[in-house]
């Protein structure tokens, strides 16, 4: 097994990140264990973030102990990895609007303490700025048209300096009448227009087609 970036191993071409509850599956992913340690399976058809990872980006800046503000949680499929690299020191806020995928993604909230979930909208951050603390990394994953300009206001209200930022375009949701490659350079743009550098980007094909993963510094 080896420790590709911190808290993240590979074997053989599979991810795998440390189970922070040993013996339970998230969303049906294999463990496995190796020298009195339980590894999960991150399986990159299932999480864009383990898909950037395949796909080569340069870094991944989450740590031990690391707060984060993930936007657009779903039912907890990346976020359950993040919530094992952080570990018990660390505190995921997850917003999430759909009231069905916040029923599947309480499951996991509930075992794993290190995550805190806020049924709300991503746009009106006023709905959740009591609850959240200031965090070092935001990404976000909505899925929408403005979803840039969402994890840019967000960052501006949430981010540590020097904080990061990650991003998953789906061209698509953007605009279908532009080319992937072309919604990829505006919105890069528009992320440096607000003052964050590009550290890296990666197409996500063939795990997830037309979609892009930007990571940025702030
Ligand atoms: C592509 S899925 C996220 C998958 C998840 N990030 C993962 O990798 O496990 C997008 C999610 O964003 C949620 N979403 C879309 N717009 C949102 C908004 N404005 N505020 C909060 N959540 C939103 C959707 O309900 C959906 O669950």
């Known amino acids: 097994m080896k420790e590709i970036f911190p808290g993240i191993y590979q074997k053989d071409d ?18 496995f264990r190796l020298g009195g340690k339980e590894y999960r399976e991150w399986i990159p058809f299932r999480s864009k973030l383990a898909a950037a990872i395949k796909n080569g980006i340069r870094e991944v800046p989450l740590r031990k102990g690391m707060k984060v503000l993930y936007l657009g949680s779903a039912t907890g499929t990346t976020v359950s990895h993040i919530s094992d690299i952080v570990g018990e ?30 049924l709300g909208d991503a746009r009106k ?24 300009e969402v994890l840019i206001r967000n960052a501006k209200k949430f981010l540590n300096p ?7 375009v789906k061209s698509r949701s953007v605009d279908i009448s532009k080319s992937p490659s072309e919604i990829y350079k505006e919105e890069i743009k528009k992320l440096k227009d607000a003052g964050i550098d590009i550290i890296d980007w990666v197409k996500l094909d063939p795990y997830e087609k037309d979609h892009a993963f930007i990571l940025g510094k702030f």
């Open 14 to 31: 599979k991810l795998y990140t440390l189970n922070l509850r040993s013996g339970q599956r998230v969303y049906g992913e294999k463990l």
């Open 125 to 148: 951050i006023n709905d959740y700025k009591d609850t959240v603390e200031n965090v070092d990394l935001v990404y976000c994953d909505i899925a929408q048209p403005d979803a840039t």
């Open 89 to 118: 020191d660390g505190i995921i806020f997850c917003v999430e609007f759909s009231e069905r995928m916040m029923r599947e993604f309480l499951k996991v909230a509930s075992r794993r303490p290190n995550l805190v979930p806020i």
């Open 162 to 168: 020097g904080g990061y930022v990650m991003l998953v």
